[in-house]
Structure formats: structure tokens, C-alpha cells
């Protein structure tokens, strides 16, 4: 049933362990990997517990198993098996319903999918737009969020972008449901999506989160051919032609942290670095593990809506690692990163010595466009006056 469900390489293990021995997992409890994919491989049925959920499909294991072993998908196989006979974990199965339901994981308003972009106004696809945006629904719904989206749309139309979206019409790429053990709510909404963008024949479709990147690119057999880049390429290019001119120092020291999905799953690590570098005042500092050796944030495979101990997030792990190489700024390119990382920001008290910033909020600084109203303020000891710390994340993975 494993190999029906799309967990076709079970018979590629050999149970060598090292998919155990580089997981993330390892420095916060006894997770292995391997355990469970020895168990599917004698179809004993020993994945109904906590062990099947704690995956985050970082990628680590696909990036070191010697034999190319698609783990992850095994381990989606077995969660698809999991989410058909209706045993998901409680959080994860609110936050698939309500996919479903509204097209969205975080229980928003399909009308209000758009309220973010009231301040620049919305703009539908036309022919003329030169790029279709695509809204991460975390950008969409969640308040911290929403503060880098609205950022982007002004960068946007500083840059003299054409852009357009599907209005309320877009829905989740269905990437919850895809690593979560919902098959059938994510075949649904790619085919939705795929029919709702190919109408549009846009000429190049930007992403807004690592993980649409990677349905879009990699899954939605319908949209190949069409070129599919993240918003990291985009500020990246329009920098290169001149388009956006970032100009006023910004003096801090800033470390930038590789979302899983943009750095192992797809390969993008230099183009965030070639923005913040361009950026006037920033020193770019390396965080201990980096590109390829990044630690995952804790929020991939529907970790987002866990509910997991201080002691054991991946994401306060992260925090101490910027504050060890005297990051003043932590920067990524994921709203998942900025979630999970804000809230554990808070959740360790390291405010008033660090922020973290989507990596469009730090170049948004650098360039003179007037005040950016959503654009939090860094830290005190950034701005060298008192501020009040960035709003919290309100989603899962707590």
C-alpha cells in the first residue's frame, strides 16, 4: 500500500542510517528516520505514532543518503495512508480541514485573501503584467506576514514592476496537505490552481514562499513550461537592472538563515546573499550551519501546526545561533523561517539585541520610497533608539 500511495523508493533503502544520523531531530530527541522505514519495509504497521509527524521534510536526509533514497516520500506515502483512514494529529487535521474548506490552512476569509494589498491597491492579471504574483497564504492571513508582503508590493511599484494576481480566486498551492497526508484535498487544488493560471497565460509567475516554488515547479505537471521564480530572484534581478537602488546605509550586522525549501529542495542560496550584499552598511555574516548545512526552521512538513516543547523547536536553536555570531539582524526568505523564527524570538526574550526580517524589509530600508508603513523596526541597539518589538507570530508550531 506504501509503493501505491507514491512511496515507490521503500525498496531503495538499504538501512544504512545515515538518513538518522544527519537528521535534525538528532540534537533534540531520539528520532530516527531509518526505524520507520525498516517497519514499512515489513509492512508492520507501527507508524501510528508520534514519530511519522515529527518530519519536517527538510531535505537533509535526501541531501546525504548515498543511494539517492526519496525518504520524504515514503514518508509521505505512509502519512497519506494515515490522513485516507482519518488518524492525522489534531492540529494538522484542523488546518487541513480548513484547506478544504476555504483554500486555506490558517482559517482566513477567501474574501479577504487580498486585504493585504489595500494600501497599493490590488492588480489583476492582464496581458500587459509582467510577472503574476503569487500570495503565499501565510502572507495572505498572518499579521507579521502581511507586514513583509505589503513591503514587497511597494518595492514593487517603486521598481516600476507590472505585476498582477488571481484576487480572491487564488488559493493554497497545497503544499500543507501534500506533506501532511491529505493527497486527495492537494490533487484537488492543483488542478484548480493549474486551471485558474494557465487561463491567465501570465509570462512569468513569482513566488512568495520556498514552498510554492516547490509545488510549482516540481509538482504541478501543468504549468511546465512556465517560468516559475522566487521573489528572492526577482528583488535580486531588479537590483542588477537598476530597477530598485538601494542606497541608504544600513548599518548592521546581518546573518542570513537558508530556508529548507529554497536552499536544499531547490538550490537558491546566492541570490538573498546577492541582495543583502548590495544592500550599503550590512556586513553579511555566516550562521554555524549554512547553504547546504542549514537547520530547518521546524515549520516544513506540517510541523506548523504542532504543538511542540520550548526545549525541542528547531527554531530557538536558530535564534542561539545567530546571537553566538553577534547577529543584529536575522534574515531569511520564508514566511514560515519569519513565523516560526519571530515567535521564538520572543519566546527566549532576545528582542531588544535581535530582529528578524524578511530579507524584502531589509532591502526596503536601503532604498528611498517614503515610510513603509509594515515594516517592522529593528531592535534598539540596531536603530540606536528605544523600539518596541516586532509583533509576534500568532500561527502553529508551538
Known amino acids: 500500500m506504501i509503493v501505491e500511495n507514491g512511496g515507490q523508493a521503500l525498496d531503495d533503502c ?27 519495509q515489513f509492512g508492520i504497521e507501527g507508524y501510528e505514532g508520534e514519530d511519522l509527524w515529527n518530519c519536517t521534510t527538510c531535505g537533509m536526509c535526501l541531501e546525504r543518503c548515498p543511494r539517492g533514497v526519496k525518504t520524504i516520500d515514503i514518508v509521505r506515502s505512509i502519512r497519506n495512508i494515515m490522513g485516507e483512514a482519518g488518524t492525522l494529529p489534531p492540529l494538522l487535521q484542523s488546518a487541513l480541514s480548513g484547506l478544504a474548506g476555504n483554500g486555506n490552512p490558517w482559517a482566513g476569509d477567501p474574501d479577504k485573501r487580498t486585504a493585504w494589498a489595500s494600501e497599493v491597491g490590488l492588480r489583476p492579471h492582464t496581458e500587459e503584467s509582467e510577472i503574476l504574483l503569487y500570495t503565499c497564504c501565510t502572507h495572505a492571513y498572518d499579521p507579521r506576514n502581511i507586514k513583509a508582503q505589503r513591503t514587497l508590493a511597494r518595492l514593487l511599484e517603486k521598481a516600476g514592476v507590472k505585476w498582477g494576481s488571481l484576487g480572491n480566486q487564488e488559493k493554497c498551492c497545497g503544499d500543507p496537505a501534500h506533506k501532511g497526508g491529505r493527497a486527495d484535498v492537494y490533487q484537488s487544488l492543483r488542478d484548480e490552481n493549474t486551471q485558474q493560471i494557465r487561463g491567465l497565460a501570465p509570462k512569468k509567475i513569482v513566488v512568495t514562499s520556498p514552498h510554492c516554488l516547490e509545488n510549482f515547479k516540481k509538482n504541478y505537471e501543468g504549468l511546465k513550461g512556465v517560468e516559475v521564480i522566487h521573489v528572492a530572484e526577482l528583488l535580486r534581478d531588479l537590483i542588477r537592472d ?4 538601494p542606497e541608504k546605509p544600513v548599518k548592521a550586522r546581518v546573518a542570513y538563515h537558508d530556508p529548507c525549501y529554497l536552499g536544499r529542495h531547490n538550490g537558491i542560496y546566492d541570490a538573498p546573499r546577492e541582495v543583502l550584499k548590495a544592500i550599503p552598511g550590512v556586513e553579511l555574516v555566516e550562521l554555524s550551519r549554512h547553504h547546504e548545512d542549514s537547520l530547518c526552521c521546524g515549520g516544513g512538513g506540517g510541523r506548523m501546526w504542532s504543538d511542540t516543547p520550548v526545549a525541542e523547536r528547531f527554531s530557538v536553536q536558530r535564534i542561539n545561533d545567530a546571537c553566538a555570531v553577534g547577529a543584529q539582524s536575522l534574515a531569511t526568505a520564508c514566511p514560515y523561517c519569519v ?10 526574550g532576545k528582542q531588544d539585541v535581535l530582529e528578524v526580517v524578511d530579507l524584502g524589509e531589509l532591502l526596503a530600508r536601503s532604498i528611498d520610497m517614503g515610510t513603509l508603513e509594515g515594516s517592522p523596526n529593528p531592535p534598539a541597539m540596531v536603530r540606536g533608539e528605544q523600539s518596541s518589538p516586532a509583533p509576534h507570530a500568532t500561527g502553529g508550531g508551538r
Open 242 to 245: 537598476g530597477r530598485l537602488k
Open 339 to 348: 513565523l516560526m523564527l519571530t515567535d521564538s524570538l520572543g519566546t527566549v
Open 14 to 40: 538499504y538501512q544504512c542510517g545515515t538518513c538518522s544520523s544527519v537528521c535534525p531531530w538528532g540534537d533534540f530527541r531520539d528520532f530516527r528516520l531509518r526505524n520507520l522505514i525498516r517497519l514499512a
